[in-house]
């Protein structure tokens, strides 16, 4: 009779691929993460513990807000997806904890949140740009925000004018907030691992707020940064933008009572300083490049609502009929730009005082971008 073999002995058992160790894992792992809302959990305790000592004591996954109940009195979690809701509510469940955890189930973009004034998140990167933009605009502002990005999207928050990645979201988001960079962090702390290597950043928003229109402010940046390495003057030749300025200055005359043949009679000395004088390369427009006005170097340069055509510039293209509105305007920019001295100047170059300048020139004259 033939000896019964034996029971064969697991060697694998703390293998960290052991499929039998896969039916053990953490309950956060029960349910398939879903990459298309940004699902990358933070699986590095010591990088959750280093992100909450950041914040002095809002935010995504369950192993990050539990770190931040250890030290915060309250916290508010806002979560998309309802799996993810419910795995944090079983991890405090029957804890002290519980009762100081607020969820709030849905997007955090179009949520309208109570009143807080710390923020940590680990960010899905398809919302950035949103959330930063949201958190600086909210009133009352946080103390301070700390908040996980891909490593790219950070630098270029905190980038400084001449820097390779300077663009509109660093001069936008540095008028109303200071911006530091914390620490680096690598793409294998995260389950399942993104397809980049991330950062986190500091944002504390300004206060006093800046006494400027936030509309104001980034319809200018948002025609100087349509190509970032183009002079001043260039972004303001554009067809699209002399368009936008034309219909914004009507609507400034019409709620100013201003009618606009006495703006143009008034105006009749300034017509001579607007020629081109020869020689002078701040009042000549730019040779034509060859090339689309559009910034390809990288996120948050281009103005999707200024295209412009990818066409050689013919006298359609270059300039539009020359009407009393058209006459007027033409002749206003061309003074901004020259008593500004800002018009040979390149936006990547140029810093929040220069910026701040030209606005209130523009202004001054009844030029509006918001």
């Known amino acids: 009779m033939g000896k019964a073999k034996p029971a064969r002995k697991s060697s694998s058992k703390g293998k960290p691929y052991d499929p039998s160790a896969a039916r053990v894992k953490p309950a956060n792992n029960i349910f398939k993460l879903n990459k298309d809302i940004g699902q990358h959990i933070l699986k590095n305790p010591g990088i959750a513990q280093a992100i909450v000592e ?36 079983k991890r405090v ?5 519980e009762r100081r955890l607020e969820i709030i189930l849905g997007d955090v973009i179009k949520t309208e949140l109570p009143y807080f004034d710390v923020c940590i998140s680990n960010t899905p990167y398809q919302i950035s740009s949103p959330l930063v933009f949201k958190l600086l605009a909210t009133n009352p502002s946080p103390r301070t925000c700390i ?11 905190v980038a400084q004018p001449g820097d390779s990645l300077y663009c509109r979201l660093s001069a936008n988001a540095q008028m109303w907030a200071r911006i530091t960079h914390i ?14 290597e991330s ?106 609502g200024l295209t412009v055509e ?38 990547a170059k140029c810093d929040e005082t220069d910026f701040l300048k030209l606005l209130w020139a523009f202004n001054k004259e009844g030029i509006h971008f918001g």
């Open 183 to 196: 620490m680096k962090v690598g793409k294998n702390n995260f389950n399942p691992p993104p397809a980049v």
């Open 199 to 304: 950062s986190v950043v500091r944002l504390e928003p300004k206060t006093p707020r800046p006494q400027i229109s936030y509309d104001e402010w980034d319809g200018l940046l948002r025609v100087v940064f349509v190509r970032r390495n183009r002079t001043i003057q260039a972004s303001f030749n554009s067809k699209a933008v002399l368009e936008m300025i034309e219909r914004n200055y009507k609507t400034w005359c019409a709620q100013t009572n201003t009618p606009i043949q006495e703006v143009e009679e008034g105006r009749k000395e300034d017509e001579d300083m607007a020629v081109a004088e020869p020689g002078n390369p701040a009042q000549a427009d730019e040779p034509w490049e060859g090339i689309m006005d559009v910034d390809t170097d990288g996120e948050g340069d281009v103005d999707e």
């Open 93 to 97: 469940q029957g804890q002290p904890s």
């Open 54 to 89: 950041k914040a002095s004591l809002k935010q995504r996954s369950g192993n990050l807000t539990v770190r931040i109940l250890e030290k915060a009195k309250r916290v508010i979690a806002v979560e998309m997806d309802p799996r993810m809701a419910a795995e944090l509510t």
């Open 147 to 157: 908040l996980m990005f891909q490593r790219e999207f950070a630098m270029r928050l």
């Open 310 to 347: 990818a066409v050689a510039p013919t006298d359609s293209t270059r300039r539009r009929p020359r009407g009393l509105v058209g006459r007027i305007i033409d002749g206003k920019v061309r003074k901004v730009l020259h008593d500004t001295q800002l018009a040979s100047r390149r936006a």
